[in-house]
Nanobody, 120 residues
Framework: QVQLAESGGGLVQPGGSLRLSCAASGRISRIDFMGWYRQAPGKERELVAA???????NYADSVKGRFTISRDNAKNTVYLQMNSLKPADTAAYYC??????WGRGADYYWGQGTQVTVSS
């Protein structure tokens, strides 16, 4: 059984910073894709940032230059450093990973979500 545990959300003032973490646990052999998505009330879930095993990264235009995704393969963990936060960044943030497991093949897994609220 694979589980993703997120942490780091909260309330922050505009211009502030937060760091999200998402750690995967279970019978994991390899994680190819790690990404962060967000969903604001009344809107569709959207990709914020993603990274693959070759180190390549991809960002939504709205967060380029402000957010940084990174990964620690030894810890099966992905991070999202969010700087210069804006009220428009307010959303529930979810991590998503493509995980290869021992004996059960590969699949996408989602975290439970963590709320980020940017408000004065």
């Amino acid at each position: 059984q694979v589980q993703l545990a997120e942490s780091g959300g909260g309330l922050v003032q505009p211009g502030g910073s937060l760091r999200l973490s998402c750690a995967a646990s279970g019978r994991i052999s390899r994680i190819d894709f790690m990404g962060w998505y967000r969903q604001a009330p009344g809107k569709e879930r959207e990709l914020v940032a993603a990274t693959t095993t070759d180190g390549s990264t991809n960002y939504a235009d709205s967060v380029k230059g402000r957010f940084t995704i990174s990964r620690d393969n030894a810890k099966n963990t992905v991070y999202l450093q969010m700087n210069s936060l804006k009220p428009a960044d307010t959303a529930a943030y979810y991590c998503k990973m493509w995980i290869n497991t021992w004996g059960r093949g590969a699949d996408y897994y989602w975290g439970q979500g963590t709320q980020v609220t940017v408000s004065s």
